[in-house]
């Protein structure tokens, strides 16, 4: 039987994880859909700070404080031990528990044929228009569009590449960062997200998401 652990990292996006869409806290949001998708445990990490404002959590989730010390040896020896690690931003409030579900059985059993991946990173093309800036900050160029995506979640990996990340509290703050620790050391698979998963980078980034057709009632 497969083993499934979700992370939920606040980390670094505070400024928005405890905002309200449609009446409840984005964390919220982001635990029900884990537990819906997986069925899994669920961890949520935050800082002790912010634990006056924590929402209570659905399902079998737990709350993991992360000081400056960072993630300790025993959350990292779980993580390790999953055969499944879903990271799930949740500045994604949107993405489809089907779709989750999927990359999960992606991971933990690939289809005959086909190359066995050990990492699985949701990604849309990116449609804003991307400047090169010099050493000096002034526009040098403007990057290919058609070379670039957008990391979106969930970010689905083996829990050992997980942990075998060096600076682990750090990538998991920043989805791109994330990304690219995993790369480092193996191949990263992109996969195409629904265009609901979009990441809320701002509140008016989620006032646009409140407004969807997409929200449910």
């Known amino acids: 039987m497969t083993t499934v652990l979700v992370l939920v990292p606040t980390l670094g996006r505070e400024h928005l994880a405890f905002e309200a ?9 982001a635990v029900t859909l884990a537990v819906q998708a997986t069925g899994a445990s669920v961890i949520a990490l935050v800082r ?13 989730a737990a709350l993991l404080f992360v000081d400056s010390s960072g993630v300790d040896d025993s959350t990292r020896a ?3 031990a999953a055969d499944v690690v879903v990271v799930h931003d949740p500045l ?39 400047k090169q800036v010099d050493a000096a900050g002034l526009v040098a160029g403007t990057l290919d569009r058609e070379t670039v995506r957008a990391v979106l979640s969930p970010v689905v990996a083996t829990g050992q590449r997980l942990a075998d990340i060096p600076e682990l509290t750090a990538a998991l703050t920043d989805p791109a960062l994330l990304v690219r620790a995993l790369q480092a050391n193996g191949d990263v698979q992109l996969v195409l997200a629904p265009e609901s998963a979009r990441r809320a980078n701002s509140r008016a980034a989620l006032l646009s998401i409140s407004n969807s057709e997409d929200l449910p009632i």
């Open 21 to 29: 869409l449609a009446g409840r806290p984005l964390l919220e949001w």
């Open 48 to 60: 002790p700070e912010f634990a006056a404002v924590i929402p209570p959590l659905s399902g079998d």
């Open 78 to 80: 779980r993580i390790a």
């Open 92 to 130: 994604c409030p949107l993405v489809p528990a089907a779709f989750m579900s999927r990359l999960v059985h992606q991971l933990s059993q690939p289809s005959a044929g086909t190359r066995p991946a050990s990492a699985l990173v949701a990604v849309r093309p990116v449609v804003d228009t991307l």
